[in-house]
């Protein structure tokens, strides 16, 4: 049995008002088939029974002719004084339908109060045919359908086993930019509200649009004027640079030649030792025409990535074996994502293209802004990690690839499943220089970095071999060897130098963020540093949960008037953003432990005592002074 559901109504009552308003205004010249809604005017005026056929008439209307054709038995409809105030529906299991006597006083009104109410009854009234539609819909019940399932958010487990173990649930995590909550209560309901918006809503195909596609393929286009969808795909782009991190981003499909599978290699921590999954989009730089040159069009190229936070690219084992991380969908630029593994992390990223076909890459793109929308789940190192996450989004986005059993939970797994089953192709890596030239390898900079610490090992005398001990020894041990290099090794020694405050930095904002969440996001007692540090964080949320930018406005992928809203609204919180850390970097001594705070200045130390070095070994050489 149908429980009911909530009042008052949702988001969008605006839509309906004016289409329920011209429905009426043509109905009077249309031409029905016998009704099959029969309500029962027992106990009706002739004003209520007027209002009650007007509303069976303007919900008829509203069925594509497939679903009148489904509904043609006599259909009971009666006005109930028992439903709870909160309902206002309710589809019984012997099929008789009813909805909540206090809508149809307000039908019996005029001006805005009836507008609402005769909005309220009709979608009361569909939402309840809804749920007749799926108990016995051809092909069997979509709430039933796992395809449905997928596209709704009830996705399947990639590890069931672990998973469970786990104690997790299979409950549905699209909880942003939802045009009413009340369709996460189950894959029922879910059905029953969408069927209803894909009735009344002209813009449902373009918020929604796989979950259209479906509903039309099974049946048929509702009559009602469609709406113009924008080309591309709206996203907030989570770049760490602030020239562009925060900003509106567009996705056209068209513009992308590939989608690769994109692992960073593994290292020593624990949440690392099995890679990375990401998708990386090949997007052609504006005016070229789709093709392999695209793969050199860098800067254009995006970075799927399911992370807990804008900036990491590490997280604590305790709290991802516990699902204490949020895992979202962030779209980020290559060039960052390079950066990030091959310099900080000293980690090789691998691109490997999947074999996809056009309308494949397009609808597995809308699928992952769906999912940048809409998506709020939870980490879990050995359930929900970021290759069980990117698998899911393969699958969903790609329904063939259903069968091909790719699910696992390691990174490097998950790789070795896409080559086996031919969606990836490896062989593009066979070649070692021509992977580098191509941009289907990005090589760690840890053997660049070795070779650099050779250099200054043969001219300094440095005692360690290899290249990560010289950077974890501390910055003060290091300064007693500066002095014994020449201009090379001095150079070369530069070069690590900057490399180790970059790894510095890595430590110290895990230290910050390790904090912050131990507080439980209060911070503890840190003082003013650390209440700018919590604002900060608070106000770089929306980075994470784009959908805050819009709160209150729409659902699902947002449309041009709300693209308007986004620009304006990400353009005034990043410079909100530039204050903050301004005033954090006056702030943040009073945020470092002591031994922290006196490494970060111990490395600062030496890379000013370096470059002033290096400007005195030039003037002796008799070369150009360089600057400061």
């Known amino acids: 049995m149908n429980p009911g559901r909530p009042n008052p109504r949702r988001a969008g009552a605006g839509f309906r008002a004016a289409a ?6 043509g109905a009077s010249g249309a031409a029905w088939a016998s009704p099959r809604l029969q309500w029962d005017d027992q106990g009706l005026t002739e004003a209520e029974a007027s209002a009650t056929r007007e509303l069976v008439r303007t919900a008829e209307a509203r069925l594509t002719p497939a679903m009148r054709k489904h509904l043609a038995r006599g259909i009971p409809l009666r006005w109930s004084t028992t439903l709870d105030d909160r309902v206002h529906g309710r589809a019984r299991r012997d099929g008789v339908l009813l909805l909540n006597r206090r809508l149809l006083a307000g039908l019996l009104t005029s001006g805005d109060t009836r507008t609402h109410a005769g909005t309220a009854a009709e979608a009361a009234l569909l939402h309840e045919l809804a749920h007749l539609l799926d108990r016995d819909a051809p092909g069997g019940s979509m709430s039933r359908d796992p395809r449905l399932r997928d596209l709704a958010g009830w996705q399947v487990r990639a590890t069931p086993g672990l998973t469970a173990l786990m104690g997790r649930t299979r409950g549905n995590h699209f ?30 195909a373009c918020r929604r649009p796989a979950l259209h596609r479906y509903f039309a393929q099974r049946w048929g286009v509702p009559p009602i004027a ?11 782009d989570a770049g760490a640079a602030m020239a562009t991190g925060g900003r509106l981003g567009t996705l056209d499909p068209e513009r992308i030649y590939q989608i690769d599978y994109l692992l960073a290699e593994g290292n020593d921590a624990m949440m690392s030792r099995w890679g990375h999954s990401m998708l990386r989009l090949v997007i052609c730089a504006p005016g070229r025409p789709r093709g392999p040159d695209c793969r050199l069009d860098l800067e254009h190229h995006r970075v799927l990535s399911f992370r807990a936070f804008v900036g990491d690219v590490q997280i604590s084992g305790w709290r991802g074996l516990t699902g204490r991380y949020p895992s979202r969908l962030f779209v980020l630029p290559l060039d960052q994502v390079i950066d990030e593994y091959t310099k900080v992390e000293l980690r090789g990223l691998r ?21 940048h929308w809409s998506y709020d789940g939870r980490y879990f190192f050995l359930g929900n990690n970021c290759a069980v996450e990117t698998y899911k989004l393969l699958r969903d986005g790609v329904p063939r690839l259903a069968s091909a059993k790719l699910g696992g939970i390691t990174p490097n797994g998950l790789a070795r499943r896409l080559e086996r089953a031919g969606i990836a192709d490896g062989g593009v890596l066979a070649d070692p220089a021509r992977a580098l030239r191509e941009g289907y390898r990005f090589d760690s900079m840890r053997e660049r970095f070795q070779t650099l610490f050779e250099v200054a090992r043969a001219r300094a005398g440095l005692p360690q071999r290899r290249v990560e001990d010289w950077l974890d020894a501390p910055p003060q041990q290091r300064r007693s060897w500066l002095a014994r290099t020449d201009l090379k090794s001095a150079a070369a020694l530069l070069v690590l130098e900057e490399a180790a405050r970059r790894q510095q ?6 230290t910050f963020k390790r904090r912050y969440l131990q507080a439980g996001g209060q911070g503890g007692e840190l003082g003013e540093a650390a209440g700018t540090l919590r604002t900060l964080l608070r106000e770089t ?11 209150g406005t729409g659902y699902g992928l947002p449309q041009a008037d709300e693209r308007a809203l986004l620009e304006s609204g990400s353009a005034l919180r990043r410079g909100q953003l530039r204050d903050l850390e301004q005033r954090l970097d006056h702030q943040i001594r009073a945020l470092l432990d002591p031994a922290q705070a006196r490494d970060l200045d111990a490395v600062d130390a030496n890379i000013e005592w370096l470059g002033a070095h290096l400007r005195d070994l ?5 070369g150009l002074q360089l600057n400061p």
């Open 618 to 622: 030039h003037r002796q050489a008799g």
């Open 541 to 551: 949320a929306w980075m994470s949960r784009p959908a805050d930018l819009l709160a």
């Open 351 to 371: 691109s490997l293209p999947l074999r996809l076909e056009r309308d494949e890459v397009a609808a597995l793109v809308e699928r992952a802004a769906q999912l």
């Open 226 to 236: 469609p709406a113009r969808c924008p080309a591309d795909l709206a996203y907030v």
């Open 20 to 25: 329920a308003l011209a429905l009426l205004a």
């Open 505 to 510: 930095q890595l430590r110290v904002r895990d």
């Open 175 to 204: 909880r942003e930019r939802s045009p009413d909550r009340y369709e996460l209560r189950n894959p029922r309901e879910y059905v029953a509200v969408n069927l209803e918006h894909f009735l009344l809503d002209a813009d449902y």
